[in-house]
T-cell receptor
């Protein structure tokens, strides 16, 4: 398989559930990202990992917990979410080796996970 | 701070028409990168083009062309002879030239509908 893959594609969960989103990149990239895309809003950068280290957390609530066990895999663990967290969650990767946020290489995106919180 | 403005929110055209999607950006850096992405109904953002601030040559790729003008801080995207498969949301994005605080900033997107 090539590119960036995400599972599941669709997820419905209650506010008390715990679930995880998975992202895998097959591009040999060094950096991975989580974005949130809500209706009528620009894409919001949530987390950035470079060489498996979290580079920055963009003031994301603690009910979202990222994990990057290796340079090819990225997870987003979800617990006690709110209905306003319903959105499309997109994963991306790039060649960048990042000291901070800094990303100038092209980011390649996965198909996203459509999350609905009831 | 960097900013991307896509003033058009929705555009509807009939197949075979040409359509231009506008993008205006703001940055204080002299080195920066501009991108266009396509998001079809399936959700995935598909990379279309990356240009750096030192290369103002216009680019053509099949039915797609891009017009980069630093004087007006614009990076417009034209689809020639549009097709139904071009229906999607199109995002323009800007990344400043590296360093600790650079990140990819997206515009709000333009929804393009191409009718048969």
């Amino acid at each position: 398989e090539t590119g960036v893959t995400q599972t599941p594609r669709h997820l419905v969960m209650g506010m008390t559930n715990k679930k995880s989103l998975k992202c895998e990149q097959h591009l040999g990239h060094n950096a991975m990202y989580w974005y949130k895309q809500s209706a009528k809003k620009p894409l919001e950068l949530m987390f950035v990992y470079s060489l498996e280290e979290r580079v920055e957390n963009n003031s994301v609530p603690s009910r979202f917990s990222p994990e990057c066990p290796n340079s090819s895999h990225l997870f987003l663990h979800l617990h006690t979410l709110q209905p306003e967290d319903s959105a499309l969650y997109l994963c991306a990767s790039s060649q960048d080796r990042l000291a901070g946020w800094g990303s100038t290489d092209t980011q390649y995106f996965g198909p996203g996970t459509r999350l609905t919180v009831l | 701070a960097q900013k991307v403005t896509q003033a058009q929110t929705e555009i509807s055209v009939v197949e075979k028409e040409d359509v231009t999607l506008d993008c205006v950006y703001e940055t204080r850096d002299t080195t920066y990168y501009l991108f266009w992405y396509k998001q079809p109904p399936s959700g995935e953002l598909v990379f279309l083009i990356r240009r750096n601030s030192f290369d103002e040559q216009n680019e053509i790729s099949g039915r797609y062309s891009w017009n980069f003008q630093k004087s007006t801080s614009s990076f417009n995207f034209t689809i020639t002879a549009s097709q139904v498969v071009d229906s999607a949301v199109y995002f323009c994005a800007l990344s400043e030239g590296g360093g600790a605080n650079s990140k990819l900033t997206f515009g709000k997107g333009i929804t393009l509908s191409v009718r048969p």
